[in-house]
């Protein structure tokens, strides 16, 4: 199976982009993040991140990470998520994108991308749970996204061994 993917940057973390809105990718997104983030053997990053389609927004966001469990939101991948589909014409400069169960938005100023994010405060931990004030402002921007210049086709081969081809 060929897989098309870009590699991106945002604030320290690395993460493999894949447009994944024509449901073209195997069943299985865990065991596909686990062998494409894999730093010997795979692409190597810290998550995986799915393009996907979105009834109720410009698109929606799949996030695995490199271990293959579900991350559903990771700030920083949705920065570079959002600038992704920014420069592939999913979604204009203002846009808004759903992870888990919460609708995000996103605002891409070149390389800057500013997210806001759902607040904590609503977040049930358990009774007692209290956080304190003042809490930290909910839209994060202060690193670019960055992608990388250049896109790599891989091909994914099923294998017993730990060797993957790359193209």
Known sequence: MRIDFTKASGAGNDFIIIDNRGAALPADHAALARTLCDR?????????????????????????????SYGGMCGNGGRCLARYAHLKGVAGVHQKFTAL?????????????????????????????????????????????RLTSWRLSGILRASTSPARACS
Request: charged share 20%; proline share 5%.
């Open 101 to 145: 169960d919460h609708a995000y938005t996103a605002e891409v100023k070149g390389e800057i991308v500013a997210l806001s994010m759902k607040d904590p405060r609503r977040t049930a931990l358990g009774s007692g749970f209290r956080f304190r004030e003042p809490l930290w402002s909910h839209s994060i921007s202060s690193t670019p996204a």
């Open 40 to 68: 010997h053997f795979g692409i190597g990053a810290d998550g995986l991140l799915l393009l996907e389609n979105s009834p109720a927004a410009d698109f929606a966001m799949r996030y695995y990470n490199s271990d293959g």
